[in-house]
């Protein structure tokens, strides 16, 4: 048999009448895989544009433009684990936890200034650039960690303090994540992160050692921490569900800024704005930016699909439009960067859901919601676009509004049938990103009359023959493809005729049947008749014709004529048949006794490319027989299918002596 493919094409709203859900247009960011297999912090440079990247499994820096292009690195690091930028920006300090040692890169240039030791076996892991040129790190591990600092300028050459825990005014469990500030000149934040009892300590680093100013327990593990821009508070990421904010003065809590999972990190733009991105392990989002302070809703992104933020992952830009995210992926040689431009707007997401199914000319109704985790204004206009038959390129309809919870109601009479598209769009504005949504629904069309003549007749091989199709009531088209299909793979389906029909309905193309022909009539449809189709297949006979030899005359058994043959003689019955490769004729051979004919079991036989084949048949070497012998085409049998069964007519033999 044929074997003929299609494609149907199927919506999901179709099948299961569901919503369509459309998130709105992301808002503008773009996305980098740097080379960074085990990322440890970043640090945004304003002045030359580039963010640094530690890489602490890598031995390194990397070294990319605000878009995540590499410019350079910054080799032979090992296990850098934390880093630091002077207040003019001329200088990036490192430290190099398993080479124990600072070092100094400068940032125009990339390459390492200076190297400052720490004590062999110290293992620095934080650093933090202070005042006058002054570094503070911290180094060591669980009990014994401690605090240090380098000061470059020394009379005779840098000079590298350790604290131990009663010049340190406190005993660190961990080695202490370090933050200083211009903003807060002398001031040194040390959090022990690695102790559930989450002491904080801030230190008076004007004097020669550094002095507590105020420290408390604030129970927590910490994993991140920022100044706000006038560097008299605190905002820390720890195990608690939400961003604390402290009073640098007292370390009292004055600000909390909720999140739906730990946080990872935490970022304070130099408006205020906080971003705070979390570890992401489930479909929750995992940045979340407080445009309006503290305790109020925040724009909420999901940015990555995997492992979520890392920790001290995000960075803002100086000039505070732009920030920066760092994945958590540790599984990959590479680590994912988004870059943000409008962080601050909140993201929206549109719905549209609907029946699956309509009447045309009937009314109908949509639903849809814009939503956002700061809800839009009641009010807020959101468009609407049906898009059919009828106006292909989209007709928009007159807009609707959300009410206090985003909701919006979509009525409409579709004029025209067929898939109808109905999309909603809100333009979105400096606080909210676009979103739109659209939602397809099958309105009913009516059917129409299509029909094809010449259904399953047989016609001679070579025949000019019309097929007519007639099409009924349509609205607009009156437009019929017909298409002919021989049979065999090494003749294609192909368009014969499309025209407009006739006044009468009709129109028609004539085919010359040579092999058996699928003819299809197949009328488009328009806005308010469905589409229709109907197929016929006319069947066409081979070219065959039966002659024998060897006989030594003609002559009539009653009124049939009859070669005569000697029953000596052996005849040779020669198929002259329609060729077609790999076609065989069938020979049938009867003998004729007692007033009826005998079959013998008929044979086939290859034909040659000319299309005949001769068959020999054996000599009776008795007289007074009579025998008759036809060749054919059998569908099939004959070892092809592309026409229909034809005999040749019976040649008739008689052996005499």
């Given at each position: 048999?044929?074997?003929?493919?299609?494609?149907?094409?199927?919506t999901?709203?179709?099948?299961?009448?569901?919503?369509?859900?459309a998130?709105?247009?992301?808002?503008?960011?773009?996305?980098?895989?740097?080379?960074?297999?085990?990322?440890?912090?970043?640090?945004?440079d304003?002045?030359?544009?580039?963010?640094f990247?530690?890489?602490?499994?890598?031995?390194?820096?990397l070294?990319?433009?605000?878009?995540?292009?590499?410019?350079?690195?910054v080799?032979?690091?090992?296990?850098?684990?934390?880093?630091?930028?002077?207040?003019?920006?001329?200088?990036?300090?490192?430290?190099?936890?398993?080479?124990d040692?600072?070092v100094?890169?400068?940032?125009?240039?990339?390459?390492?200034t200076?190297?400052y030791?720490?004590?062999?076996?110290?293992e620095?892991?934080?650093v933090?650039?202070?005042?006058?040129?002054?570094?503070?790190?911290?180094?060591?591990d669980?009990?014994?960690s401690g605090l240090?600092?380098?000061?470059?300028?020394?009379?005779?050459?840098?000079?590298?303090?350790?604290?131990?825990?009663?010049?340190?005014?406190h005993d660190?469990?961990?080695?202490?994540?370090?933050?200083?500030?211009p903003?807060?000149?002398?001031?040194?934040?040390?959090?022990?992160?690695?102790?559930?009892?989450?002491?904080?300590?801030?230190?008076?680093?004007?004097?020669a050692?550094p002095?507590?100013?105020?420290?408390d327990?604030?129970g927590?593990?910490?994993?991140?921490?920022?100044f706000?821009?006038?560097?008299t508070?605190?905002?820390?990421a720890?195990s608690?569900?939400?961003?604390v904010?402290?009073q640098?003065?007292?370390?009292?809590?004055?600000?909390?800024?909720?999140?739906?999972d730990?946080?990872?990190?935490?970022?304070?733009?130099?408006?205020?704005?906080?971003?705070?991105?979390?570890?992401?392990?489930?479909?929750?989002?995992?940045?979340?930016?407080?445009?309006?302070?503290?305790?109020?809703?925040a724009s909420?992104?999901?940015?990555?699909?995997?492992?979520?933020?890392?920790?001290?992952?995000?960075?803002?830009?100086?000039?505070?439009?732009t920030?920066?995210?760092?994945?958590d992926?540790?599984t990959?040689?590479?680590?994912?960067?988004?870059?943000l431009t409008?962080?601050?707007q909140?993201?929206?997401?549109?719905?549209?859901?609907?029946?699956a199914?309509a009447?045309?000319?009937?009314?109908?109704?949509?639903?849809?919601k814009?939503?956002?985790?700061?809800?839009?204004?009641?009010?807020?206009?959101?468009?609407?676009?049906?898009?059919?038959?009828?106006s292909?390129?989209?007709?928009?309809?007159?807009?609707?509004?959300v009410?206090a919870?985003?909701?919006?109601?979509?009525?409409d009479?579709?004029?025209?049938?067929?898939?109808?598209?109905?999309?909603?769009?809100?333009?979105?504005?400096a606080?909210?990103?676009?979103a739109?949504?659209?939602?397809?629904?099958?309105?009913?069309?009516?059917?129409?009359?299509?029909?094809?003549?010449?259904?399953?007749?047989?016609?001679?091989?070579?025949?000019?023959?019309?097929f007519?199709?007639?099409?009924?009531?349509t609205?607009?088209?009156?437009?019929?493809?017909?298409?002919?299909?021989?049979?065999?793979?090494?003749?294609?389906?192909?368009?014969?005729?499309?025209?407009?029909?006739?006044?009468?309905?009709?129109?028609?193309?004539k085919?010359?049947?040579?092999?058996?022909?699928?003819?299809?009539?197949?009328?488009?449809g328009d806005?308010?008749?469905?589409?229709?189709?109907?197929?016929v297949?006319?069947?066409a006979?081979?070219k065959?014709?039966?002659?024998?030899?060897?006989?030594y005359?003609?002559g009539?058994?009653?009124?049939?004529?009859?070669r005569?043959?000697?029953k000596?003689?052996?005849?040779?019955?020669?198929s002259?048949?329609?060729?077609?490769p790999?076609?065989?004729a069938?020979?049938?051979?009867?003998?004729?006794?007692?007033?009826?004919?005998?079959?013998?079991?008929?044979?086939?036989?290859?034909?040659?490319?000319?299309g005949k084949?001769?068959?020999?048949f054996?000599?009776?070497?008795?007289?007074?027989?009579?025998?008759?012998?036809?060749?054919?085409?059998?569908?099939?049998?004959?070892?092809?299918?592309?026409?229909?069964?034809?005999?040749?007519?019976?040649q008739y033999?008689?052996?005499?002596?």
């Amino acid at each position: 048999m044929r074997t003929r493919t299609f494609t149907a094409a199927v919506t999901l709203a179709a099948v299961f009448g569901s919503a369509v859900l459309a998130a709105g247009p992301a808002v503008a960011d773009s996305r980098a895989d740097v080379p960074v297999s085990g990322f440890s912090d970043t640090v945004v440079d304003g002045v030359h544009h580039r963010l640094f990247l530690g890489d602490k499994s890598g031995d390194g820096i990397l070294v990319t433009d605000y878009a995540g292009r590499t410019v350079g690195t910054v080799t032979g690091l090992r296990g850098v684990s934390d880093l630091a930028l002077s207040a003019d920006s001329a200088t990036l300090y490192a430290a190099v936890r398993y080479a124990d040692k600072v070092v100094a890169v400068d940032t125009a240039t990339l390459e390492v200034t200076a190297s400052y030791p720490t004590g062999a076996g110290s293992e620095p892991s934080q650093v933090a650039a202070g005042e006058n040129g002054r570094i503070w790190f911290s180094f060591g591990d669980q009990w014994s960690s401690g605090l240090g600092s380098i000061d470059p300028s020394g009379p005779d050459g840098p000079v590298t303090t350790t604290y131990d825990d009663q010049q340190a005014g406190h005993d660190f469990a961990t080695p202490p994540l370090l933050r200083t500030d211009p903003k807060a000149p002398g001031k040194l934040v040390a959090l022990d992160h690695g102790i559930s009892s989450g002491p904080v300590v801030v230190y008076d680093t004007t004097g020669a050692a550094p002095v507590v100013s105020v420290q408390d327990d604030k129970g927590g593990f910490w994993y991140d921490a920022d100044f706000t821009p006038d560097g008299t508070r605190l905002v820390v990421a720890g195990s608690a569900k939400g961003i604390v904010e402290y009073q640098l003065s007292d370390l009292k809590q004055v600000g909390f800024y909720p999140l739906v999972d730990e946080p990872s990190s935490v970022a304070v733009a130099p408006d205020g704005t906080v971003a705070a991105g979390t570890r992401g392990f489930s479909d929750d989002p995992d940045l979340a930016v407080f445009t309006q302070g503290a305790g109020k809703p925040a724009s909420l992104r999901k940015l990555f699909p995997q492992y979520g933020l890392a920790r001290r992952g995000l960075a803002w830009a100086p000039a505070g439009s732009t920030l920066f995210a760092v994945n958590d992926n540790w599984t990959t040689p590479t680590t994912a960067l988004r870059v943000l431009t409008d962080p601050r707007q909140y993201v929206t997401t549109a719905t549209l859901t609907g029946p699956a199914t309509a009447t045309r000319g009937a009314a109908l109704t949509l639903t849809g919601k814009i939503g956002a985790s700061l809800p839009l204004p009641a009010g807020t206009p959101v468009s609407v676009t049906r898009t059919d038959l009828e106006s292909p390129q989209g007709k928009v309809l007159a807009p609707v509004k959300v009410d206090a919870k985003g909701a919006f109601t979509v009525k409409d009479t579709p004029p025209a049938g067929g898939k109808v598209t109905y999309q909603v769009g809100y333009a979105g504005d400096a606080a909210y990103a676009p979103a739109k949504a659209s939602f397809p629904v099958t309105v009913s069309r009516a059917a129409t009359t299509l029909t094809l003549s010449n259904n399953n007749k047989t016609f001679d091989y070579g025949a000019q023959v019309w097929f007519i199709a007639h099409l009924g009531a349509t609205y607009k088209n009156r437009t019929v493809e017909l298409w002919a299909d021989p049979y065999g793979g090494d003749r294609p389906n192909k368009l014969v005729h499309r025209a407009l029909v006739d006044a009468r309905g009709n129109i028609g193309v004539k085919l010359t049947m040579t092999r058996d022909t699928t003819v299809v009539a197949s009328f488009a449809g328009d806005a308010r008749y469905a589409p229709k189709k109907v197929t016929v297949t006319g069947l066409a006979r081979v070219k065959v014709a039966t002659t024998l030899s060897g006989h030594y005359k003609w002559g009539n058994i009653g009124s049939v004529p009859y070669r005569w043959f000697r029953k000596t003689t052996s005849p040779i019955a020669t198929s002259t048949m329609t060729y077609y490769p790999g076609r065989k004729a069938r020979f049938e051979l009867e003998v004729y006794s007692g007033g009826r004919w005998y079959p013998a079991n008929p044979e086939f036989f290859a034909l040659a490319p000319n299309g005949k084949v001769a068959v020999r048949f054996g000599a009776p070497n008795a007289s007074g027989i009579r025998a008759r012998v036809r060749s054919g085409y059998v569908n099939n049998a004959s070892g092809d299918y592309v026409n229909t069964t034809t005999l040749s007519s019976w040649q008739y033999m008689y052996f005499t002596n």
